[in-house]
């Protein structure tokens, strides 16, 4: 088995949005990455935020804007020596994207990475899972649209119970996270048998405490982990 390369660049990570998705992405991160020893892993920066006001109230106008917060953090990210910049929240995306072009230094998208992700695995298409504001600030069926991807939007009632999950994820009751999402998944797949794009980081945690086949879900944690470890070892 050929050696790992050590990575030269180092990653800066933008997160607690919220703190169990974050720790979350950063096992990914040390999973996938091809290192058979500590020295081999990249050099990451995390900068870890819970303060951040909430990015979907704010969407829907019932907060104030994480803007200025992302920004701060993703520059901060940069002074330190990043040469990387990864977000482990989709919502914040909405906000990144006013100002992305000016950072100096390349981030990876996470909408951008999971539909990619999404294509490969599941080329008829699949089911949106998200939170209230990254389905109404229209993320991901742009993103969609624009690649030529069948995306499946969930009636109003089902995406109540994905944000139910989402805040049961961040409250630390992963068991009934898992409950609803189960019962989201069931009823979509009776609509259209198609996975699930978990396009929320709090998301795959509750697919996972479900019980459901991991085939069944497309997670935006790994699209992003694998993205940035494929941008770090080349």
């Not at 290192?35 to 892993?41: I, K, T």
């Not at 995306?151 to 805040?167: G, K, N, W």
């Not at 086949?213 to 770090?232: N, P, Q, R, V, W």
Request: hydrophobic residues 40%; aromatic residues 6%.
């Amino acid at each position: 088995m050929e050696k790992a390369k050590i990575p030269e660049m180092v990653l800066g990570v933008l997160g607690g949005m919220g703190p169990a998705a974050s720790a979350e992405f950063m096992r990914l991160m040390t999973d996938l990455a091809p290192a058979e020893c500590d020295q081999e892993h990249p050099k990451v920066f995390l900068y870890s935020n819970p303060q951040i006001p909430d990015r979907s109230s704010a969407i829907i106008g019932k907060g104030r804007s994480p803007e200025a917060d992302l920004r701060d953090g993703l520059e901060t990210l940069i002074d330190w020596g990043a040469d990387l910049l990864a977000v482990p929240c989709n919502t914040a995306h909405f906000f990144i994207d006013g100002f992305r072009d000016e950072l100096s230094v390349p981030l990876i998208h996470i909408v951008e990475a999971t539909l990619e992700l999404a294509v490969l695995n599941s080329p008829s298409g699949a089911w949106l899972l998200s939170t209230e504001g990254t389905l109404k600030s229209g993320l991901y069926q742009k993103e969609a649209h624009k690649i030529g991807y069948r995306l499946l939007l969930p009636p109003e009632e089902v995406s109540t119970d994905i944000m139910r999950s989402v805040h049961s994820v961040k409250a630390g009751d992963l068991p009934l996270s898992g409950e609803m999402i189960s019962s989201v998944v069931e009823e979509l797949r009776s609509i259209d048998d198609l996975p699930m794009v978990a396009a929320c980081t709090e998301l795959p945690l509750a697919y996972s405490a479900s019980g459901l086949s991991e085939d069944g879900m497309i997670s935006s944690l790994m699209a992003l982990a694998k993205k940035c470890i494929d941008s770090l070892y080349i």
